[in-house]
């Protein structure tokens, strides 16, 4: 019932930008954390960006500090991840994720996962 679904994501030369959006439905949006997250092949998910479901107060992992910018539309039970200045590094699997009335950076608080949006920063 409960469906996260991520899209935006693509290849993009490095410096570009790009946009990801996670529609949510099944359960109340508004009572959820809305966090993102990456993972490349092999490894434990990394946090990236977290918004809070009580007052949509932000916190970012040091690497997307000042670049990427996390908001979210409730009426629309949305959540963006604005990714600017890409870089190589950048390049992995982006995961949206939701988490019931807390806010963190650890993937073990979080419920419900996206099956995940590529991006590709190269030349």
């Known amino acids: 019932q409960v469906q996260l679904v991520e899209s935006g994501g693509g290849l993009v030369q490095p410096g570009a930008s790009l946009r990801l959006s996670c529609g949510f439905s099944g359960v109340a949006f508004g009572s959820y954390s809305m966090g993102w997250f990456r993972q490349a092949p092999g490894k434990g998910r990394e946090f990236v960006a977290v918004?809070?479901?009580?007052?949509?107060?932000?916190y970012y992992e040091d690497f997307a500090r000042g670049r990427f910018i996390i908001s979210r539309d409730n009426a629309r039970n949305t959540v963006y991840l604005q990714m600017n200045s890409l870089r190589p590094e950048d390049t992995t699997l982006y995961y949206c994720?939701?988490?019931?009335?807390?806010?963190?950076?650890?993937?073990?608080?979080?419920?419900?996962w996206g099956q995940g949006t590529q991006v590709t920063v190269s030349f």
């Open positions: 918004i809070s479901w009580r007052d949509s107060s932000t």
């Open positions: 994720a939701a988490d019931f009335r807390q806010y963190g950076s650890d993937p073990k608080e979080y419920e419900y």
